[in-house]
């Protein structure tokens, strides 16, 4: 079965840090650049980072830049965003998406 699945959110403090994970099966991340993207309810989909398929090379959006490190594990078939000086505009679902492949995401929510 071809899916992704994303894991790691949670509640934290502002200041706080999680790292998410999202893992693919039925299919291998090698070959594919990775993108995280976040939703909050009556809102559209934002775009937060993406890595490259055969280089590596990171984008970030500019409201998370510096804070947000995304990676990948080709070996694991895992990618990771690693969030870090939280703040709680950034709390919504975050989902991870390769080509037209979403995982069903994975609640993070940062209190003040």
């Known amino acids: 079965q071809v899916q992704l699945v994303e894991s790691g959110g949670g509640l934290v403090h502002t200041g706080g840090s999680l790292r998410l994970s999202c893992a693919a099966s039925g299919f291998t991340l090698d070959y594919h650049g990775i993108g995280w993207f976040r939703q909050v309810p009556g809102k559209e989909r934002e775009w937060v980072s993406c890595?490259?398929?055969?280089?590596?090379?990171?984008y970030y959006a500019d409201s998370v830049k510096g804070r947000f490190t995304i990676s990948r594990d080709n070996a694991k078939n895992t990618a990771y965003l690693q969030m870090n000086s939280l703040k709680p505009e950034n709390t919504a679902v975050y989902y991870c998406?390769?080509?037209?492949?979403w995982g069903q995401g994975t609640q993070v929510t940062v209190s003040s």
């Open positions: 890595i490259s398929a055969s280089d590596g090379i990171t």
């Open positions: 998406n390769v080509g037209s492949r």
